[in-house]
């Protein structure tokens, strides 16, 4: 008949055209790619957090007395102190244990004449540990979350598989 053109598929062509052009398959496939990112996201809690706290701290302090250590006729005492805090935190996932290890470390300067260290430096490296030994220990809410969003991201993953082969069944 006129404007009736038919063109010929192979079995695969016609699966590949039917699956491109079904809104249900691409849907489904954004459900899968939302729940992976969603698990990724919830997963970020047992990722490491690096900080660093650097502090700039200068005081003038006025004396009234001269055992304050304010030298010549100003008056005053400076204090400069400059420090740096570098740290990292971690969650882990087994056993809802957790560290902190921080390092802090800063230089001091001052114009107090009785000081007998000048500039004077001080570090200090500390570790802490957290370990629940009942409560928290097998689950949390962090841990339950992602075993939830697992479960999900398994539904969402099966509910793709299932509508892309009932249209391949209907194809054939």
């Known amino acids: 008949g006129v404007g009736t053109e038919s063109v010929p598929l192979s079995m695969n062509d016609a699966i590949k055209r039917a699956l491109e052009n079904n809104n249900d ?3 489904a496939r954004d459900d899968v790619r939302i729940a992976e990112t969603q698990l990724r996201a919830l997963e970020g809690i047992f990722d490491p957090i690096f ?3 650097p502090t ?3 005081r003038i302090s006025p004396q009234q007395s001269s055992l304050g250590g304010a030298q010549g006729g ?3 005492v400076s204090t400069t102190t400059w420090s740096l805090g570098p740290s990292v935190q971690k969650q882990f996932g087994r056993g809802g244990g ?3 290890l921080q390092f802090a470390n800063s230089h001091t300067n001052t114009s107090n004449s009785f000081s007998l260290l000048n500039p004077f430096y001080s570090s200090n490296l500390s570790l802490q540990f957290t370990q629940p030994l009942l409560r928290d220990r097998s689950i949390d809410n962090n841990r339950r979350q992602i075993r939830i969003q697992r479960k999900r991201l398994d539904q969402t993953d099966a509910d793709f598989r299932a509508r892309t082969i009932d249209i391949i069944n209907r194809v054939q």
Request: glycine share 6%; net charge negative; no cysteine.
């Open 25 to 27: 398959i691409e849907v």
């Open 51 to 53: 900080a660093v706290t």
């Open 56 to 58: 700039y701290d200068k």
């Open 74 to 76: 100003a008056g005053t």
């Open 98 to 100: 957790s560290y902190f």
